[in-house]
């Protein structure tokens, strides 16, 4: 029942399967994105607090930040995983926690690509050009103000191409989560592979990983169209739907932006 | 409980076990896997550059959907299907990391191939250098220059995900470091200590690819 030939004489009653399974596939599916989502979510924060942090005068306040993306990004997720997992629960008061697997999963996924954000943040801030900030001191804006009104926009729209990289690889990297009894899509395919055999099981997975991907893409399309117009670079989102679809990739992944 | 939360005991019995899956694994998986993907990057990108469409969209759909999957998904399928043809788990494990990073590899070499600038094409034509000696001789060694950074960036990416090995239970310094906690309920010392490593061995290396990346600006 296996084998591409396999794949396609068992096509019909394969799909009945995976219909009948669906409950706990879905469930799978749920996971993945709360993991995904969540994960993204806390990456985007910790990006942003250490990579602002990285650019502050206060050297004190730039060197931790320093410490903590080279410990975060160096180190592996898989190893961080496996450290909240099962070291964690092992340490004396007053930690010694038992964390649930989707926050061990949401923890370790948005320390690790946060770490890699927060490069990303300082590179974007670091190549707004120098005239806005001689603008800043012209105007006589204080930094913070100047930072959250002037410079951050325009990072902002330099930086979702590399953040929507990030977070495709994000995605990804959760279907590790299984290894720590968080039962995303991955595991739950896993489940049907019985019964499917492996062909159908797994492609359908890497489609499914796949769509979710697209998801992530055309979010994030959405984003930048909307980031460049508001920094007036570039047409409402109403008039370039086109561009939501364009495939991620191109500079970004060619510059190895998401080491 | 009087045990104190760390033992160098379980350290020291350890770390030896450590570094041998980090030698005889992670690092061989790392190597050969960026071996793979140096190689079939470029020819992927020269594919994608040269060949008719016919080729070069289906290529370009495979590439884009590898990439956009994940390599825990593909280690698993991959090993599935192919263990009953290749005895080797390890062989498999290090072609899949390879194809993987292949598909990020060839975006590198496709900027590096465009930013050779169009004079070049124009002077091989103009000398009627035959196509294959144009790659060789002109286009590939100006475009190589500047992928060498993103290059090492990727081999240190492909080192930090190599963990991602053990589902498919290759003892690798994780796996090990796993096993090892498994067996005797003490985690801390062998998953720290695998983290450290890891530390170890890439920080170091991403400061030397950052400082030929200025050089190479």
Same mark, same amino acid.
């Given at each position: 029942m296996d084998g591409v030939i396999g794949f396609f004489e068992q096509l019909g009653p394969n799909i009945e399967i995976l219909g009948a399974r669906m409950p706990q596939i879905l469930e799978g599916v749920q996971v993945t994105v709360l993991a995904a989502a969540f994960g993204g979510l806390l990456a985007l924060v910790i990006s942003f607090v250490f990579g602002i942090a990285q650019t502050v005068k206060l050297g004190a306040v730039r060197i931790i930040a320093r410490i903590f993306v080279e410990f975060f990004r160096g180190t592996s997720l898989v190893v961080q995983l496996f450290w909240l997992a099962f070291v964690l629960p092992q340490l004396p008061y007053p930690f010694g926690w038992q964390l649930a697997p989707l926050a061990i999963g949401v923890l370790a996924l948005g320390l690790n690509y946060g770490a890699y954000g927060a490069e990303v943040v300082r590179g974007s801030i670091g190549s707004v050009p120098k005239g806005q900030y001689e603008a800043l001191s012209a105007l006589s804006l204080s930094p913070v103000r100047g930072m959250f009104r002037v410079i951050i926009p325009q990072a902002w729209a330099l930086m979702i191409p590399s953040l929507s990289n990030l977070w495709i690889q994000l995605l990804k990297g959760s279907a590790i989560v299984s290894t720590v009894l968080l039962y995303d899509l991955y595991f739950r395919v896993e489940q049907v592979r019985d019964q499917t055999g492996t062909w159908f099981a797994f492609l359908f997975a890497l489609v499914a990983y796949y769509l979710v991907a697209w998801v992530i893409v055309i979010i994030m399309n959405a984003l930048e169209v909307r980031a460049k117009h508001k920094i007036g670079r570039g047409p409402a989102l109403s008039d370039s *739907?086109?561009? *939501? *679809?364009r495939p991620p990739g191109g500079k970004n992944v060619a510059r190895g932006a998401m080491v | 409980m009087n045990e104190s939360w760390w033992s160098w005991d379980h350290a020291a019995a350890v770390l030896p076990m450590l570094l041998e899956g980090f030698f005889k694994y992670t690092l061989v998986a790392t190597v050969l896997g960026t071996l793979i993907a140096v190689v079939l990057g470029l020819i992927v990108a020269m594919t994608r550059r040269v060949a008719p469409g016919f080729i070069s969209t289906p290529v370009t759909w495979v590439v884009e959907f590898i990439r956009m999957t994940p390599l825990v998904v593909q280690l698993v399928f991959a090993n599935l299907v192919l263990s009953p043809y290749i005895d080797s788990t390890l062989a498999i494990g290090i072609w899949v990391l390879g194809i993987h990073y292949t598909t990020y590899m060839a975006e590198v070499y496709r900027a590096g191939i465009d930013s050779v600038p169009k004079g070049q094409w124009e002077a091989a034509t103009a000398l009627s250098l035959p196509l294959l000696r144009t790659w060789r001789a002109v286009v590939i060694p100006q475009a190589i220059r500047s992928t060498l950074p993103a290059l090492g960036n990727y081999a240190i990416s492909m080192f930090k995900e190599t963990p991602f090995l053990v589902v498919i239970y290759i003892p690798e310094m994780v796996r090990v470091a796993q096993t090892y906690g498994g067996d005797t309920f003490r985690y801390t010392e062998s998953i720290t200590l695998a983290g450290l490593i890891f530390l170890v061995a890439s920080y170091p290396t991403s400061v030397l690819i950052r400082r030929l990346e200025k050089r190479l600006a």
């Open positions: *739907l086109g561009t *939501l *679809l | -």
